[in-house]
């Protein structure tokens, strides 16, 4: 199977058994995951930004504003982290040290590269729409040469990467075995409600079907 | 109504009129989330990792090994920041370049405090369970001295704080509303699923009642 290489930063340090580093796995939770945590550094104070990403082949793409803080400082060459999390389940142990959370996550680091080629801008925010919502981009009005003026696009390579995962029941002492508590996992799953049409929807469309959201 | 200060750090710049900074909105979110993305920066390179937090009062705590790369950073008084995001529905336009997500997400920046009392970290570890499941801290076997040992609490006061909001349908270009495509918001909500006993759960207890797990 295809590896990441770890490096001192991104080798697992604590709980070591709970690090991944094959590709597959890395890129199952980068497909399946729509929001990711850019951190960067400018002034000398650290930011968390929430922001939508798409992996294509061994990238990530982040897009936004030219005017934001975040768009400024990642174009900077300066090196940032990426984090996606998927979270699972809530891990119920018979005692209060062993609580816990099933979830994978995804950390990348590196330079971000601004892009610049219009194909690869064009390509990058195809793949972010059909990312969210399979199929999307084909049916919507695709962007004016304004409007791609007007997004930044950034890709951060794949390239120091690493996951970590939690899977499986709580790990008691075994001396807690014996307690009369419950204890297990309680899955938690992202699901879709009902759509809500926008108030001005011209009338006699289809509702949107929300199984074309489905994921893994 | 109580506000946060916005700072030059914290006031959103980027589509200013999604910033809220009154106090009792930034708490429900952090109320409501259950986990939370720590960046910090160790030997140049910044770093964003998930893990779980609690709210008490005007505070935010985290706990971890002490053995962890996140810890031993946070412990440095270096500036570090949290962000809670939460994601609410998708938002899909008339046109690929408006689609969007709602949001609520809270950034706090500040120094994180070791928490050396061994009251405010018996508590701080109380709300932090009880956070996730109400209640659960007295219905399991409590820390012993050893256990509070290893681990530790760092406290982050809410005090550079801001939040950022999306509510409500896309925002089309006039010309697009009359394109015959469906434009709306597709909720998401995290649920529970069907709790999964431990393999070694004694007989006769019963199943863990997610309805407590209702938030806000």
């Known amino acids: 199977m ?16 709970r690090g991944v580093y094959e590709k597959a796995a890395v890129n199952a939770i980068l497909d399946e995951g729509i929001v990711c945590h850019v951190g960067f550094t400018a002034d000398g104070q650290t930011y968390v930004i929430p922001t939508g990403y798409v992996r294509v082949d061994d990238r990530i793409y982040v897009h936004g504003s030219p005017a934001s803080r975040m768009l400024g400082a990642l174009n900077q060459a300066l ?21 816990s959370m099933n979830y994978r996550s995804v950390v990348v680091l590196g330079k971000a590269r601004l892009v610049t080629d219009a194909d690869e801008k064009v390509a990058a925010l195809r793949a972010f729409v059909n990312h969210v919502v399979p199929g999307r981009w084909d049916e919507v009005r695709q962007p004016t040469a304004k409007e791609l003026q007007g997004t930044h696009v950034l890709a951060l390579p794949l390239d ?18 014996a307690l009369p508590i419950w204890a297990g996992v309680v899955p938690l799953r992202t699901a879709p409600g009902e759509p809500v049409g926008d108030p001005r929807l011209l ?14």
């Open 79 to 99: 090196d940032v982290c990426i984090t996606v999390t998927l979270i699972d389940g809530l891990v119920l142990a018979r005692s209060a040290f062993h609580h």
């Open 203 to 216: 009338p006699g469309l289809p509702i949107f079907d929300t199984a074309r959201l489905a994921r893994s």
């Open 160 to 177: 120091e990467v690493s996951a970590k995962v939690r899977t499986g029941p709580p790990i008691d002492d075994e001396e807690d075995y």
């Open 2 to 17: 295809e590896q990441f290489q770890p490096t001192t930063r991104t080798r697992v340090k604590r709980l070591a058994k």
